[in-house]
């Protein structure tokens, strides 16, 4: 860092140095100086243009019939493990520790076949030099930033043993202090921006904040169903807003990821929205009717899934510019019954003129068939 | 279907997982939730004693009525309930919730009175908890023999207790391993929307009560709307939905007709529901793809501009000029400035307006231009 050095103008610019490759596997550069993690799911990731943001808040809506957000944790949390980033989990029951029973195990390699020939054999095949960048990038199905996870084998337990995970329960506590000492004590060893200050001749002192470059680790922080009933806050809605609150700004100076799933109907119109706005990355989860003749025409592959996944908001730091995303809605399922899958829906057109409010997808309610596609 | 969701109780949970619980949902306008929950405990008593369910015993607990009520209910159905019987249990916390009488009073002898216990302060859900849980290990021991739990209305258990404690005992009384299945009743319009999300939220099947006509809103302005609710008082349709274990759901409807003997359950008869199926096959789009019966008979009637039709003669077609044939003058001069084009109008009789390409055409010039070149 800029040291305080005797010079002519005190005043001097520093460049911070955003290193191509960063030092630590499981990281990939993003634009405008942001750096992001995997998702554990990788089509999320390239849905969301590289995974989460380091320092970002994500929150995905339950759909209180269906059990998929806990999925999205479970892909979460194993990717970190993998990657062997330190893990925070809370969550309404009674023993948390459970829960990591059953986290999926990557998918293993010997599996995927080979989509693209060998680059060895590329040399003899004499591929124009513009294409061979696509064939390195089809042969990376096996890297150090993503996996594809195998949900059902339960992750081994060399990626559990001597890692950092700490489990909170969320039950007991009657307010949520219990689990703010934990964010706080865990996100503190995930400083992000250092504070410098020097002095100007002499008389005013100048701070100035700078990012480290060195990403010494990354944490992650898993936080399920944070509104459930069973919670003894869940009637404080003020306080529940307020610990998101903290949260949002302590990661904003740490290097690391909260997700935080949340069942909007158990909160006031008001809170729920707030709490979306205060989401980088809102997602939510709504549950498919089974035996639905009409959506079975409308849909292709309506057998296969499990549940619809809809991107509200996808997170951007450091500029003004938005993501318009093509598809918001996605339809979950499982490749060959064991890798997760997100898919743009195939369907008829529908009524252009449906807006999308972040809170419409999060009813439970019974309501009519065409609530369902409501995108 | 009702019997569905009997089947889903009498079979109960598998173990290691949470017993299934069913939220039976009523509101002013139908306020049938007691038939209903009077329907499954008959259906359920029958099972249990025709050995046929897979729970042993049944506890039910009962807040809105008193438990002689129940007895006398079940007699009717022919089932006999006396003081030697093994299979039902019921905690009384209808007779003195709050503990404010001190003796009981000498008068009361009811039937099968040995079953009965009577259970004072209702606030303290742990106890409630302890108290159906020891009812039930009367029953059927200690072992693995399972017991289904029905509790009558927890309106009264929210009136004395927060919503956390309850959702914490439903959900302990869920994950008991001797209990199979659990069943509970509650009047929506008394709560606000949160308690029954919340409710919602922790049964895995919702049964709702909808009255034929909606109700009127507050707004009593007109007595054929009174008369018209009073004559479909008993009956409405029952809506049902199974959270299935994939993450999907399914909705059955049926309707219901409340008479002395009981409630009543028939398949959906009216013919509305199957257009409103196919209308929503149709995708909402911004041009009107379906034709309204006046404007296909509109259709029928306009004069295409062929030559020949097909009904054998030949038909005039104004075309803009005088014809050597046709001496009337009936159509309005046309200025010469007028452009070549086909003009469809949108009058009455669906005229079509047609103008030649050139004059030089001979009326029936069928013959291919190219044939007068000589090559």
């Not at chain 2, 009558?152 to 956390?164: G, Y």
Request: glycine content about 6%.
């Amino acid at each position: 860092m800029a040291a305080p050095n005797v010079r002519t103008s005190s005043f001097s610019r520093n460049i911070s140095v955003v290193s191509s490759s960063p030092q630590i596997p499981g990281l990939k550069c993003g634009p405008n100086g942001t750096t992001f993690i995997s998702t554990g799911i990788r089509d999320l990731d390239r849905i969301l243009g590289g995974g989460y943001p380091l320092g970002s808040l994500v929150m995905v809506m339950e759909d209180p019939e269906a059990p998929h957000h806990m999925d999205l944790l479970r892909t979460f949390m194993s990717q970190g493990l993998v990657n062997n980033q330190p893990l925070l989990y809370a969550s309404p029951s009674k023993d948390p520790r459970g829960f990591l029973g059953t986290l999926p195990n990557p998918g293993s390699s010997k599996e995927d076949k080979p989509t693209a020939p060998d680059l060895d054999q590329g040399e003899s095949l004499r591929i124009a030099w513009q294409y061979r960048k696509y064939m390195e990038n089809q042969k990376s199905s096996i890297d150090d930033y993503s996996n594809d996870f195998d949900m059902r084998k339960p992750l081994e337990r060399q990626f559990l043993a001597g890692r950092p995970i700490d489990c909170v329960s969320l039950l007991d506590s009657s307010d949520l202090s219990v689990a703010e000492d934990h964010c706080a004590t865990f996100l503190s060893k995930f400083p992000r921006l250092c504070i410098i200050s020097f002095l100007f001749d002499g008389h005013l002192l100048l701070f100035k904040l700078v990012n480290s470059s060195n990403i010494a680790s990354i944490g992650r922080i898993a936080i399920q169903s944070f509104c459930s009933p069973l919670c003894e806050y869940s009637d404080k809605e003020s306080e529940m807003l307020s610990f998101i609150r903290l949260l949002k700004s302590m990661l904003m100076v740490s290097n690391a990821v909260a997700i935080v799933t949340f069942p909007p109907s158990m909160l006031s119109p008001s809170s729920s929205t707030r709490l979306q706005h205060m989401a980088d990355t809102l997602l939510s989860i709504k549950a498919i009717p089974d035996g639905d003749k009409e959506l079975e025409k409308l849909l292709t592959g309506y057998k296969d899934i499990n549940g619809f996944l809809n991107v509200h908001k996808v997170a951007r730091i450091n500029t003004q510019v938005p993501v318009i995303l093509e598809a918001k809605t996605f339809s979950m399922s499982l490749k060959k019954r064991r890798f997760l899958a997100l898919e743009c829906l195939n369907q008829a057109p529908v009524d252009g003129s449906s807006g999308t409010s972040y809170g419409t997808s999060g009813s439970c309610s019974g309501s009519s068939k065409s609530g369902a596609l409501d995108f | 279907m009702a019997d569905s969701i009997f089947r889903k109780l009498r079979d109960g949970g598998e173990e290691g997982e949470l017993a299934p619980a069913l939220t039976i949902e009523e509101t002013v306008a139908s306020p049938f939730a007691l038939d209903v929950s009077c329907y499954l405990l008959a259906n359920l008593s029958s099972s249990i004693l025709a050995g046929k369910s897979k729970s042993e015993g049944l506890v039910l607990v009962t807040f809105s009525r008193s438990p002689s009520f129940y007895l006398q209910f079940l007699k009717q159905k022919g089932i006999f309930v006396s003081s030697s019987s093994k299979w039902i249990r019921v905690l009384d916390c209808y007779t003195d919730p709050l503990g404010w009488i001190d003796q009981p009073s000498p008068g009361v002898i009811t039937e099968g009175s040995s079953l009965i216990k009577l259970h004072k302060c209702v606030s303290d859900l742990k106890r409630l908890f302890s108290s159906i849980i020891e009812a039930g290990r009367e029953m059927v021991g200690d072992g693995k023999t399972r017991f289904s739990v029905a509790i009558d209305s927890v309106n009264e258990l929210l009136r004395h207790s927060s919503m956390p404690l309850v959702s914490g005992l439903l959900t302990d009384l869920r994950s008991h391993a001797q209990v199979s299945s659990l069943f509970w009743s509650l009047n929506t319009d008394l709560h606000q929307e949160k308690v029954t999300n919340a409710l919602e939220y922790i049964s895995t099947m919702k049964a709702n009560l909808e009255p034929f006509c909606p109700s009127s809103d507050g707004k009593r302005n007109a007595l054929e709307n009174l008369f018209l609710v009073h004559q479909d008082f008993g009956k409405g349709r029952f809506h049902i939905r199974f959270k299935l274990r994939k993450g999907r759901v399914r909705v059955m409807s049926e309707e219901y007709h409340v008479d002395q003997t009981g409630i009543n359950f028939s398949p959906i008869s009216s013919v509305e529901t199957i257009i409103a199926a196919t209308k929503s096959l149709i995708p909402k789009v911004h041009f009107n793809l379906q034709l309204s019966e006046k404007e296909r008979v509109e259709k029928e009637k306009v004069v295409l501009p062929f030559e020949h039709q097909d009904h054998g003669k030949s038909t005039e077609i104004y075309d803009g000029r005088r014809t050597l044939a046709d001496g009337k003058t009936e159509a309005t001069p046309l200025s010469s400035g007028e452009l070549q084009a086909d003009v469809v109008s949108s009058g009455k009789g669906g005229e079509i307006i047609y103008f030649r390409d050139s004059d030089d055409e001979h009326p029936d010039s069928d013959e291919d231009p190219d044939d007068d070149l000589d090559i």
